[in-house]
């Protein structure tokens, strides 16, 4: 393969994978044509073929920047004989579609369905908060509606909020593999990445208290509860240990409860230790559907909601009138909490059939998470991992995309919920097992 080639290859399979996010910069061509010891001609050329495919741009003055996956060539990664194991989403419940249906029908026809046609106040009707803090209420005990902001999905959410937070040049702790979707706002409002150390329990609390004793963060932002990509839970013990250091610094706590509602009987969440301190963020995009674009957060006080409504109306408006009224009537009607029910079902059927397929003592899971964690044997580094099972029709995300410490582990974070079905999940699993047996030749090996 020419040298030219095996830039747009390299940086082409990091493009596709995810481990360079839209809007990133990549190096000047003069710096990576110095670092790779090649001809100036030779990057431009690899540049100008990576623009024409459609990932990369070019902005005068600036540099060049990644675009993503084009539509129609992620539509074909997933066609017939691919599995999409990388969007994190969860089994779809049997009879979604025919719930969305009826209950959007019984809403329009309802007193209430003219107002869902129009426009509504930022934060969420009074309504809707009221039925946000009922469903919240069931982890965190009682919630007073006026702390209750309702959101078009966590990420507006998470972006509203860290924006108020912190300043340009602050610093966000958070654990050392963490949500990609935090790193782009980080990356976007300028904010500073502390990431921590964890493990199998998930972050490491005797970390979070040594950087706040040497450089207290603004905040500390962290998925206490099947952590992606880690599945981790934190232990009671490390989640009263966090909160009493975030009280003794003066530290914000993020709680992004995006899993919460899956496992049945999981651990208190921060913002039931410590609501004084604690901003709550609780999705609907993992327990029932991503369609809805509903989250509810919860604000310390009633006056915290104020300045995070004002932000959120900047950013998006408001949440969907329609969608939302639709997941007030499903909390009053009990129909969330079965598409709930429905989802862990079919999520412990899934993580069986996964650890009856893939090499014992390869993965981490909770037996109720959408994900699982899979290490990947020497041979394999996870970007050279992502790239061959791209070729075999399988879409996984390596390490790297959650990494914000440098040092990447090799492995990759499988969704088994986009599958629609488990008979295509094992053929998946077993196509996957496959390729991990397949080490010869040295596939982790870089392309440059």
Known sequence: MSKYRSIVAQLADRIRSGALLP???????????????????????????????????????SGSFVRGVPAAEAATAGAADGFDLSMNVPPRPPGLGDRVAEGLAALLAGPEGGASLGYQPSGGTVRDRAAGASWLGRRLGPVAE???????????????????????????????????????IAAHLGLRLAGLAQDADGLDPDAFATLCRTAPPRALYLVPTIASPTTGTLPLERRQAIVATARRHGVALVEDDAYGALPETPPPPLAALAPDIAWHVASLSKCATPALRVAYVAAPDAGAAVPLTAGLRAISLMASPLTAALATRWIGDGTLGELTAAIRAENRARQRLAASLLPAGAIAAHPDGNHLWLALPEGWSATAFTAAARESGLLVVPADVFDVIGTPPRAVRLSLGGVPDRAGLERALLRLSGLLRWTAGGPGAAIV
């Not at 100036?40 to 459609?54: F, I, N, P, Q, S």
């Not at 300043?167 to 654990?175: E, M, P, S, V």
């Open 23 to 61: 809007g990133s910069r990549l190096p000047a061509q003069r710096q990576l044509a110095a670092e790779l010891g090649v001809d100036l001609t030779t990057v431009t050329r690899a540049y100008t073929e990576l623009k024409r495919m459609g990932l990369v741009e070019g902005r005068t003055g």
């Open 146 to 184: 006026d702390r209750v902001v309702v959101a078009a999905g966590a990420q507006s959410a998470l972006f509203a909020l860290l924006d108020l937070l912190l300043d340009r040049g602050g610093t966000l702790a958070c654990a050392g593999l963490t949500y990609p979707g935090v790193r782009a």
